[in-house]
């Protein structure tokens, strides 16, 4: 059994970076959400997913919750990645 996999769902490229260092960190393989199968599931022991973070919770996590009867017996590890964009203040002389 492989012991640890990465899957991320990215929008803008943040998280996908983020899931590539944890990848690299863990030594465990990484997969795009929309590449990966739930079949897949199975040969791991531990599952890291990452999503970006929006109002309405984070990109992606449905594969995990959606599938939570089948993951009992795995370690489930969730990350986000959020971004914020710092407006321009201009001030007026």
Known sequence: MLQTVVIYRSTSGFTKKYAEWIAKECNADIYDAKEFSVQQLSDYSTI????????????????????LPKLTDKKIVVFAVGLHRQKKVFSVK
Not at 48 to 64: E, Q, R, T, Y
């Open 48 to 67: 890291i997913f990452g999503g970006s973070l929006h109002a309405v919770g984070i990109n992606g996590i449905k594969l995990v919750k959606q599938n």
